[in-house]
């Protein structure tokens, strides 16, 4: 569906993008994280034709970007959420959406169905003749997001889409759009906020102007932090660390707030034998989890913040 | 290009241009207050002169005999009412003549109406639709003879009046396109819009086209307006509607389209500069040069010389038109647009 295979951008001699390569399958929805001035807004702009790259190339549905007539057919296909809402705050929502709908060339009746349909799903139906000035901030990111989908299309590219909604508000988004992923469209998106990215992405690139790292949440956190056993025992599990260390298969063990964590390659066969191995030495078991490393946790060690 | 595409921007921004109360009232305010206004500075003390410069000629013709579907020729004739009359080889003083025909003849002081001329001579005389021997309006409405150097100024006057009303259309789209440029930048709605299929050429002619389609509305509403005003005024002075006369037909038609779209185009570069509506508006008004150049001519009454200095004028404007048009267009691209435009 996307892919792009060594693109990158320079702006008067400074790089913002270089030598990005990313596949993002058909219906995947998929995070694009990284700091401020990481080239992400500069990579979907690019993706979506707005400006042109400084080298390599990219694919969008098989089109190539910023390649007549490719482009056209790209920006037929693809929907953006921009940074900013960017609404015409005079209009109504209604007008504003008809405004693309028809720019998109979607036809009048399927047209007046979509916007009643986006506009309901968003909890603005009521408002709908409203000028958008009158809208509060997270209304108008709601009105915004639904621009870009309202002429149905392949793929679609949110720039920060809950930035600055209130909790409730990045609930009603959230939702919005899970319900929209399911209907098998590709979705990219930017973001900063890291919690959400891990709810809503399939998958998820890490970059800073080029890509650190690609793959789902689980899967970065295994590959950057690799998986640890968390075993709590009755009383301090001090007195069993040198016991686990022993074993051959078990390369770190130690102890935090009571409790033995032992990475490991492969808990899922190591487990049992650790288990067996404490209870024989006298340990009382109370429970055996893993580890979650968050996402923050991956991304703060690829950015450079170190390791939490 | 894909022209459904620009109506869509054009009616989305006249759309926008109707809830914006600044610009409605630059839509309104400023063509009635100048169509209306100006006909009375400029053509009143004209219409004052000119009504003084009548009166000697003294049109108010006492009828002591009449004529009536008769044939006159070699005859001196005085104080006579004609109507239905062949005349050939007459002198006639302060006459009243209509629905007749003349041959070899002179008229003065007289008052014709709806007859045929050839190979005659008036002087100070009022002439309704004079036609020649073939059926030609050759004179329409309009009062031969008097002060020459009156009915120059009076020429001047109209001109003068052209030039002010060619205003409207420079200076409507200083408003109109810096909201619509410069406003859609501040509002950061041209990201999503230049995200859409519409081609950069598309979207600078939609955009461009709801402002030209606005001010040129305005434009010739205050034309009209302005035009009625000057004859009811001047009807009962000159005996005839005198506006739109040569040079406001090609004004209207050509100069006013032009200065318009030299303003909106002018108007896109400047948009590309500067990230205020206000300051926009004020760089806009160097755009009255021009205007400011074509009143100096028009006061010289060089414009009164026959249609070719305001044919050669509008022309220019037309070149120049092109000129900015490359211009912005090589303005107007997707990515200047987003990473250059301040």
Known sequence: MLETVGLGRTFDGKVAVENLNLKVDEGEVFGLLGPNGAGKTTTIRMLCCLIGQTSGTAYVNGFEINKEPDAGQIRS???LLPESPGLYESLSASKNLEFYAELYGVPKDRRERRIEELLKMLELWDRREEPVATYSKGMKQKIAIARAFVH????????????GLDPQASITVREFLTRLSGEGRTIFINSHHLDEVERLCDRIAVMNRTSLAVGSPRELATRYWGRTTVIELTGSGEDYVEVVRRLSFVSNVRTEDGKILVDLDDPELRNPGI??????????????SELKRSLEDVYMRLIGGGPR | MRLDRSIVVAKKDIAEFRKNKYIMMTLLVMPIVISVMLPFVYVLPINELSRQNATKVDLDISIVVQYTDVSLSNMTLSNAKLED????????????????????????????NLSAMSDSLIYGSRLHQIRDAGGNTIRDSEFVGG???LDDLKDIMFNVLLVLLIMIPVMIP??????????????????????TPITDFELLVGKSGSIFVVSMAATWLSFAI??????LLTEPVLGYYPLPNQYWIVGILLLAPGMCLMSILTNVLISSK????????QIGGVLVLPILMFFIFSLTGFLSKGLAPILLFSLLIFAVDGGILWLSLKTFRREEILVKWK
């Open chain 2, 174 to 195: 200083t408003v109109t396109a810096s909201y619509s440029f410069v406003g859609e930048k501040m509002n950061k709605s041209l990201e999503p819009l230049l995200a």
């Open chain 1, 152 to 163: 149905s299309p392949q793929i679609v590219f949110l720039d920060e889409p809950t930035a």
């Open chain 1, 77 to 79: 296909i693809v929907g």
């Open chain 1, 275 to 288: 288990i067996e191995t404490l209870t024989k030495a006298g340990a009382k078991i109370e429970y055996v």
């Open chain 2, 274 to 281: 500067v990230n205020d509506v206000r300051v926009s508006q």
């Open chain 2, 85 to 112: 009359v062949e005349l050939e080889n007459c002198v006639l003083y302060s006459c009243v003549v209509g629905n007749s025909t003349a041959s070899k003849s002179v008229f003065t002081g007289c008052d014709i």
């Open chain 2, 147 to 149: 002060n020459k150097e």
């Open chain 2, 226 to 231: 302005s035009a009625s005003v000057v004859d």
